[in-house]
């Protein structure tokens, strides 16, 4: 079974920055894509940010030019990268990774990560 384990939440001013980290460890998968949720009280899981096996992109319209998805593949580590925060990206972050064994995809999700900014 793959586990993820959500860290680099906190609380910061807004307009400051935050980086989180998700790291993955299970043998035998492979590693396809990495992406970064978030969910804030009263609002639907929103989709952040993504990034494919080959380091591919794409980010929500409201992060982009803010917020950088990264992947490092030796450590199956997954980074995001928040700057320029603001109030409104208060939210539980969650983490999700896409793997395949045995010729089947699988998602798995970390436990989620506070980010409160402040005005």
């Known amino acids: 079974q793959v586990q993820l384990v959500e860290s680099g939440g906190g609380l910061v001013q807004a307009g400051g920055s935050l980086r989180l980290s998700c790291a993955a460890s299970?043998?035998?998968?492979?590693?396809?894509?990495m992406t970064w949720y978030r969910q804030a009280p009263g609002n639907e899981r929103e989709l952040v940010a993504a990034?494919?096996?080959?380091?591919?992109?794409n980010y929500a319209d409201s992060v982009k030019g803010r917020f950088t998805i990264s992947r490092d593949n030796a450590k199956n580590t997954l980074y995001l990268q928040m700057n320029s925060l603001k109030p409104e990206d208060t939210a539980v972050y969650y983490c999700?990774?896409?793997?395949?064994?045995?010729?089947?995809?699988?998602?798995?999700w970390g436990q989620g990560t506070q980010v409160t900014v402040s005005s």
């Open positions: 299970g043998s035998g998968y492979i590693y396809n894509a």
């Open positions: 990034i494919s096996s080959g380091g591919s992109t």
């Open positions: 999700n990774v896409r793997v395949r064994r045995f010729g089947a995809s699988y998602d798995y």
